[in-house]
């Protein structure tokens, strides 16, 4: 649709914002070019979000995208989140055999539904999914293939890790200031009630 499109022009490039009516785009020949527009869409999506973990960037941990793809089943499944996806990847990797435990920072759907949340983790723990609230990875390492993770209550090993701990917006490079857009903590775009 777009390259049979002459009134749209595709650059694959990396962009951020000069001011509210153009860009800096930096050219694969590592040159600039500024384009200008009257209305921008800004729609960059977003990336696993991974949490400031010592030893984990360094350890091949599978994100969601990973672990949709794999075809391999782990024996024992370490999960670092609560998210729905996290709970939803968890229960299925369970269901097709995994060992499987959850470390939650709280407890499942506290933020949505408490009471949800317990029902869930009550659901788990019959189906044989190991849940921990209240617990958080303090180091990560991956040693002779198999997954340390150091937390408050003991070792955790693993054959696999699993980290969905969220999603985080692709806007940090975008410089959203300079044209005078309003960003979040995480970095979501705010926009009005409109």
Known sequence: MLDGNPAITVVQVEARFKDEQSLVVRLNDGGERVVAFDRCLV???ASPAVPPIPGLKESPYWTSTEALVSDTLPERLAVIGSSV???ELAQAFARLGSQVTILA???LFF???PAIGEAVTAAFRAEGIKVLEHTQASQVAHVDGEFVLTTGY????ADQLLVATGRAPNTRSLALEAAGVAANAQGAIVIDKG
């Open 105 to 107: 920072r709280n407890t």
């Open 85 to 87: 996806v996290a709970l």
């Open 43 to 45: 729609a960059t999506g």
């Open 154 to 157: 003991g070792e955790i090993r």
């Open 111 to 113: 933020r949505d539904d």
